[in-house]
């Protein structure tokens, strides 16, 4: 998504700076379009990474992998990551939404899966996770 972040970001700085200059918002305003603008980047970066789980779970159907599988693992990202920045101050969309979005997203390969060879060698679905013990530091 680099390229395609970069690209969007570089027209949304443009488009603040002729809309600066155009309205004559000096410094002040200059700078809260230029926050804006920020946000609006979090926005494209979120849509990218939507756009790269919706794809991912497309490859993982024809590969013959349960696409399904993506829910549980952003549920278990979902409880690992407590205390996550609200979506609108991420570059990544929530795991609640992206959860969502999968969910959504699954009917659509579902034939691909189907119709999929599987894998040989199947691996067993991973227990939940579990609090970790503090490793002993090495001093």
């Known amino acids: 998504h680099a390229r395609e972040r970069m690209g969007k970001t570089t027209a949304t700085n443009a488009v603040v700076e002729l809309g600066s200059a155009l309205l004559g918002l000096g410094n002040l305003g200059r700078y809260a379009a230029g926050v804006g ?36 693992l952003w549920e278990k990202m979902m409880a690992a990551n407590k205390g996550a920045p609200p979506q609108w101050l991420s570059t990544h969309p929530a795991n609640e939404t992206r959860i969502r979005d999968i969910e959504a997203n699954l009917p659509k390969v579902a034939g691909l899966y189907e119709r999929a060879a599987k894998p040989e060698q199947r691996f067993p679905v991973a227990p939940p996770l579990k609090a970790r013990a503090p490793q002993p530091s090495g001093d």
Not at 45 to 65: K, N, P, W
């Open 37 to 72: 603008a920020q946000l609006l980047s979090l926005k494209f970066s979120r849509e990218d990474e939507t756009e790269a789980d919706l794809v991912g779970i497309e490859l993982a159907a024809r590969a013959g992998y349960d696409p399904a599988a993506a829910v549980r």
